[in-house]
């Protein structure tokens, strides 16, 4: 393999500059080996001392001074390096990316690729002008300025630079090219087309490395008002873009081998095993996250993912969590809060831990909030804020919450599911039709939740639809058979008044649950 003006063969252990070869020691080409298996990515202390020593206990002295020495042998400056860079109290990585190199061919060195982040990053290219109208393109580029802004509240994401970015103007552009030489994973480019009195804008989100299209939706509004139509369009782009990024940082992080995740990395697992909502993922998930706090005791949305997992643990179908546990819920999102009061996800997490772990309504609605002012893009926190003006009997204004969420991210299901939401928020404001409809909606979309199925019997037998209700309540029974009015108090969100509890009890005890 090429990086840089040097050729590496691994498996024969030898290095050359050119046509000079670089004498190493088999443990400093092993260091390098290790290194160049993984370019541009972190390779942890541990796993290099495991490896290079064979399970045998040496301190980080011993590493260091290995790193020395292949920086020695590639001329290689620890300030300003060129290859291997230092992660404080982490590890080191090779920041050039490496290529196939023939074996008699020296090398010659190329501009090099910048080194990708550790969290997500991406560019947004400058959006076409399909119109055919010169005129449009301060509205254009005024879109594709805003989109940058708007990802650039996500603490989790590193976007590059507008000034950057928007040099990649002219021609067909290779987005291969652009992640090289802009160092970013991921890259939005699109479209605008306007016809008469419509505006058409089409996005994609493209896998720099591999030109995979991960994600692709067009937009369409009115030319009344021309800036209000930006507004919008921006709102709607990031707010379906964000899902699609998550996923794909998700799926990357599950590929990878397990000796090789860091704690960013055990974040994405631990949210994918949340995602399943069973008492096994849920406690799977809280072990991720509390080891990635310990790799990273500085990391927000670690601190606050933890502290959901102990929340849903009081939410679910599992029992009363134990005073300890809220207490411990209580201290990892109070603590993800002081950690970083500027990270929309992490203080949004935290809030919705609060409310339905700890039962402060108040201190979680503050949070949230604070995150919705921080990111209004953010559909997950628009969400969860609903939830939290459902448990305070604000229903009209839960529901507005929700529809935000649905408007900027139609596909995602959120918490228990925005339709399932949405019912809740009718059945507790007396709207038991209204409720229903919504429920039904809400059961379309599979999986079946406790939640979905639990609102959905009950709106049925206030509605007066008993035999609809019955069979609803006997899916709620194969689904959790051990469920009754004596022990629903244990699955009830916090709600501060305590007629909506009785509320949901009445329903589901016409709907035939047991007592």
Same mark, same amino acid.
């Given at each position: 393999?090429?990086?840089?003006?040097?050729?590496?063969?691994?498996?024969?252990?030898?290095?050359?500059?050119?046509?000079?070869?670089?004498?190493?020691?088999?443990?400093?080409?092993?260091?390098?080996? #290790? @290194?160049?298996?993984r370019?541009?990515? &972190?390779?942890?202390?541990?796993?290099?001392?495991?490896? #290079? =020593?064979?399970?045998?206990?040496?301190?980080?002295?011993?590493?260091?001074?290995c790193?020395?020495?292949?920086?020695r042998? #590639?001329?290689?400056?620890?300030?300003?390096?060129?290859f291997?860079e230092?992660?404080?109290?982490?590890?080191?990585?090779?920041?050039?990316?490496?290529?196939?190199?023939?074996?008699?061919? $020296?090398?010659?060195?190329?501009?090099?690729?910048l080194?990708?982040?550790?969290? !997500?990053?991406?560019a947004?290219?400058?959006?076409?002008?399909?119109?055919?109208?010169?005129?449009?393109?301060y509205?254009?580029?005024?879109l594709? +300025?805003?989109?940058?802004?708007?990802?650039?509240?996500?603490?989790? @994401?590193?976007?590059?630079?507008?000034?950057?970015?928007?040099?990649?103007?002219?021609?067909?552009?290779?987005?291969?090219?652009v992640?090289q030489q802009?160092?970013v994973? *991921?890259?939005?480019e699109?479209?605008?087309?306007?016809?008469?009195?419509?505006i058409? &804008?089409?996005?994609?989100?493209?896998?720099?490395?591999?030109?995979?299209?991960? =994600?692709?939706?067009?937009?369409e509004?009115?030319i009344?008002?021309?800036?209000?139509?930006?507004d919008?369009?921006?709102?709607r782009?990031?707010?379906?873009?964000?899902?699609?990024?998550?996923? /794909?940082?998700?799926?990357?992080?599950l590929? %990878?081998?397990?000796?090789?995740?860091?704690?960013?990395?055990?974040?994405?697992?631990?949210?994918?095993?949340?995602?399943?909502?069973? %008492?096994?993922?849920?406690?799977?998930?809280?072990a991720?996250?509390?080891?990635?706090?310990e #790799?990273?005791?500085?990391?927000?949305?670690?601190?606050?993912?933890?502290?959901?997992? *102990?929340?849903?643990?009081?939410g679910?179908?599992?029992?009363?969590?134990?005073?300890?546990?809220?207490?411990?819920?209580?201290?990892?999102?109070?603590?993800? =809060?002081?950690?970083?009061?500027?990270?929309? &996800?992490?203080?949004?997490?935290?809030?919705?831990?609060?409310?339905?772990?700890v039962?402060?309504?108040?201190?979680?609605?503050?949070y949230?909030?604070?995150?919705?002012?921080?990111?209004?893009n953010?559909?997950?926190?628009?969400g969860?804020?609903? =939830?939290?003006?459902?448990?305070?009997?604000r229903?009209?204004?839960?529901?507005?919450?929700?529809?935000?969420?649905?408007r900027?991210?139609?596909?995602?299901?959120?918490?228990?599911?925005?339709?399932t939401?949405?019912?809740?928020?009718?059945?507790?404001?007396?709207?038991?039709? +209204?409720?229903?409809?919504w429920?039904?909606?809400?059961?379309?979309? $599979?999986p079946?939740?406790?939640?979905?199925?639990r &609102?959905? /019997?009950?709106a049925?037998?206030?509605?007066?639809r008993?035999?609809?209700?019955g069979?609803?309540?006997?899916?709620?029974?194969?689904f959790?058979?051990?469920?009754?009015?004596?022990?629903?108090?244990?699955?009830?969100?916090?709600?501060?008044? $305590?007629?909506?509890?009785?509320?949901?009890?009445?329903?589901?005890?016409?709907?035939?649950? !047991?007592?």
């Amino acid at each position: 393999m090429a990086f840089g003006d040097y050729r590496f063969d691994s498996g024969a252990g030898r290095l050359w500059r050119g046509d000079a070869e670089v004498k190493l020691t088999p443990r400093v080409l092993g260091l390098l080996a #290790l @290194l160049a298996e993984r370019p541009t990515e &972190i390779v942890t202390k541990q796993e290099l001392i495991d490896r #290079l =020593w064979d399970g045998k206990a040496v301190g980080d002295d011993a590493l260091t001074a290995c790193v020395q020495k292949l920086r020695r042998a #590639l001329d290689d400056d620890p300030r300003n390096p060129r290859f291997v860079e230092t992660r404080h109290r982490r590890g080191y990585r090779l920041i050039v990316p490496t290529a196939v190199a023939s074996s008699g061919e $020296p090398v010659t060195e190329s501009a090099p690729a910048l080194a990708l982040q550790d969290r !997500p990053s991406i560019a947004v290219l400058p959006f076409r002008n399909l119109s055919g109208h010169d005129g449009q393109q301060y509205f254009i580029d005024g879109l594709g +300025e805003d989109i940058i802004d708007a990802l650039s509240r996500i603490r989790w @994401l590193f976007v590059i630079a507008r000034n950057s970015s928007f040099t990649f103007r002219d021609g067909d552009v290779d987005v291969k090219r652009v992640g090289q030489q802009l160092g970013v994973r *991921y890259v939005l480019e699109g479209s605008v087309r306007k016809s008469r009195d419509r505006i058409r &804008i089409t996005g994609q989100l493209v896998e720099a490395a591999t030109r995979v299209h991960l =994600w692709s939706e067009h937009f369409e509004g009115g030319i009344e008002d021309v800036f209000e139509l930006q507004d919008q369009m921006t709102s709607r782009i990031v707010g379906s873009l964000m899902p699609r990024l998550d996923r /794909a940082e998700i799926e990357r992080a599950l590929h %990878k081998p397990t000796q090789r995740l860091d704690a960013y990395d055990l974040v994405l697992r631990g949210r994918a095993s949340l995602h399943s909502m069973t %008492k096994p993922a849920v406690e799977d998930a809280l072990a991720l996250f509390l080891r990635a706090i310990e #790799l990273d005791p500085k990391s927000a949305v670690a601190h606050a993912r933890a502290a959901v997992c *102990y929340a849903v643990r009081r939410g679910g179908r599992w029992g009363v969590i134990t005073p300890a546990d809220i207490d411990e819920a209580n201290r990892l999102a109070r603590r993800a =809060w002081m950690l970083d009061q500027n990270d929309a &996800i992490a203080v949004g997490t935290a809030g919705f831990a609060l409310a339905l772990g700890v039962r402060d309504l108040e201190s979680g609605a503050a949070y949230l909030d604070h995150a919705i002012a921080l990111n209004p893009n953010a559909a997950i926190v628009w969400g969860w804020s609903g =939830w939290i003006n459902v448990w305070s009997g604000r229903s009209n204004r839960a529901i507005e919450h929700f529809q935000r969420a649905m408007r900027l991210s139609p596909l995602d299901r959120g918490f228990a599911g925005w339709e399932t939401a949405v019912a809740h928020a009718h059945y507790m404001a007396g709207r038991y039709e +209204e409720a229903s409809v919504w429920a039904e909606r809400g059961l379309r979309r $599979p999986p079946d939740t406790h939640e979905g199925l639990r &609102i959905a /019997a009950a709106a049925a037998a206030m509605a007066g639809r008993l035999a609809d209700a019955g069979k609803l309540c006997a899916r709620l029974r194969t689904f959790d058979p051990r469920l009754s009015l004596s022990n629903l108090g244990d699955v009830m969100g916090p709600y501060r008044d $305590p007629k909506h509890p009785a509320l949901y009890a009445e329903g589901l005890r016409r709907a035939g649950l !047991p007592a």
